[in-house]
T-cell receptor
Framework: NAGVMQNPRHLVRRRGQEARLRCSPVKGHSHVYWYRQLPEEGLKFMVYLQKENIIDESGMPKERFSAEFPKEGPSILRIQQVVRGDSAAYFC???????????????FGQGTRLTVV | SQKIEQNSEALNIQEGKTATLTCNYTNYSPAYLQWYRQDPGRGPVFLLLIRENEKEKRKERLKVTFDTTLKQSLFHITASQPADSATYLCALAGSGNTGKLIFGQGTTLQVKP
């Protein structure tokens, strides 16, 4: 029973290149979340997706960042024209549906550590 | 604006003692609160969830309390062990209960043998 799988674990990009981070949720989970963790800081919410829909992108920078969760395949977080400030650990989490009085634990992947040089 | 604060300084305790970590929040009324453990270079791992109408939750050596009047949660590890050394994160449910989590910055616990 595989957990959340993220790849790559480590990614090095030069300034101006594109970074693509992949996340396969726990089997049967339809909700995916992306978080960013800067050194010595807590996790910051970026975006919440369901299959083929972006539900909440309030934490996403307005430019250069995009996310998708297609009907088939993993969720992708894409960062265009990376800058040094994008260097961070990016975590994906998945959960069962939540809402109303329900709540669900989030299962996190091991993260992708992006380094921009 | 919503704010979550955890003990910013590392907590060092002796093996066998009880560790108590604090999570305070302001300008917020979460439906539930979660605690996670994070080891260096790894993703957070879920430990416990407590709902707004619950005062206390236990799981093995872990205990969480939730005081919505004080806007505070306490996380206790009894009979602590060196293997409990990690960073512990408090997380609140985002508005609308969509599953989005708002995390504190974490408290690093070091249990000395």
């Amino acid at each position: 029973n595989a957990g959340v799988m993220q790849n790559p674990r480590h990614l090095v990009r030069r300034r101006g290149q594109e970074a693509r981070l992949r996340c396969s949720p726990v089997k049967g989970h339809s909700h995916v979340y992306w978080y960013r963790q800067l050194p010595e800081e807590g996790l910051k919410f970026m975006v919440y997706l369901q299959k083929e829909n972006i539900i909440d992108e309030s934490g996403m920078p307005k430019e250069r960042f995009s996310a998708e969760f297609p009907k088939e395949g993993p969720s992708i977080l894409r960062i265009q024209q990376v800058v040094r400030g994008d260097s961070a650990a990016y975590f994906c989490a998945s959960s069962l549906p939540v809402g109303g009085a329900e709540s669900a634990e989030a299962f996190f992947g091991q993260g992708t550590r992006l380094t921009v040089v | 604006s919503q704010k979550i604060e955890q003990n910013s300084e590392a907590l060092n305790i002796q093996e066998g003692k009880t560790a108590t970590l604090t999570c305070n929040y302001t300008n917020y009324s979460p439906a539930y609160l979660q605690w996670y453990r994070q080891d260096p270079g790894r993703g957070p791992v879920f430990l416990l969830l407590i709902r707004e109408n619950e005062k206390e939750k236990r799981k093995e050596r872990l205990k969480v309390t939730f005081d919505t009047t004080l806007k505070q949660s306490l996380f206790h590890i009894t009979a602590s062990q060196p293997a409990d050394s990690a960073t512990y994160l408090c997380a609140l449910a985002g508005s609308g209960n969509t599953g989005k989590l708002i995390f504190g910055q974490g408290t690093t616990l070091q249990v000395k043998p």
